[in-house]
C-alpha cells in the first residue's frame, strides 16, 4: 500500500511540474489548422482524408473571405469588385455548411487563418489599383484551381460519406470562381 501511495505521488509531482513547464508554444501545434489536424488525428471521427480535406478547406475558406472583404475595399475595377463579393457571399455560405457538417461529424477545425494567409493578406493591403486587382486575381486563379482539384477528389475518394456529398455539391460552385477569375485575369 506505500509502494503505491508513493508511486502516486511520484506521478502526480511529475504532471504538476510538466504541466508548469508548458510555455503553450509546442512545436508541434503552432498554427490552429495544426491543432486542429492533431485533434482529429487523436479523436479519428472520420478518416484522415476528410479531416485533412475539411481543415485545408476551412483554412482557405477564411483566407478568401478576408482577401475578398479586402479586394472590395482596394480594388477600382467593376469585375474584380464583383468577382470580390461574389467571392465574400458565396464563400461565407461555404464555411457555414462546413462548420455544420464540422460539428455533426465531431471534426476540428482552425478557428484562425494560417500565419501563411495572414501574411500574403498584410502584403496585399499594402498595395493599391491596377497592381493591388492584377495579384489578387492571380491569387484567386492559382487558389481556386487548387480547391477544384481538391474538392474533384474529395468528391470522388473521401470516405466520410457527408463530406463528400458536399464537396460534390460545391464544386460547380467552385469551378464558376475559377473561370470567372480566369477571365479577369485574361482581360487584365
Known sequence: MKRITIFAAALLSLGVSSSCNNTGKSPQHETPADSAEAINKTD???????AVFAVKVAD??????????????????????AFASMS??????????????????????????SEAAKKFIDKLSKKS?????????????????????DF?????????ISLREWARKTLPMVMIHL??????????
Open 44 to 50: 479519428k471521427t472520420v478518416d484522415s482524408l476528410s
Open 152 to 160: 474533384d477528389n474529395a468528391a470522388n475518394n473521401l470516405e466520410s
Open 60 to 81: 482557405d475558406g477564411m483566407m478568401e473571405v478576408a482577401l475578398g472583404k479586402l479586394a472590395l475595399e482596394k480594388a477600382t475595377d467593376p469585375r474584380v469588385k
Open 129 to 149: 489599383g491596377k497592381a493591388f486587382e492584377k495579384e489578387y486575381i492571380a491569387e484567386m486563379v492559382d487558389d481556386h484551381d487548387r480547391d477544384v482539384k
Open 88 to 113: 465574400v457571399n458565396d464563400r461565407t455560405k461555404i464555411n457555414e455548411e462546413l462548420k455544420s457538417i464540422a460539428e455533426n461529424r465531431k471534426i476540428a477545425l482552425p478557428s484562425a487563418m
Open 179 to 188: 473561370d470567372s477569375a480566369r477571365a479577369i485575369k485574361d482581360a487584365q
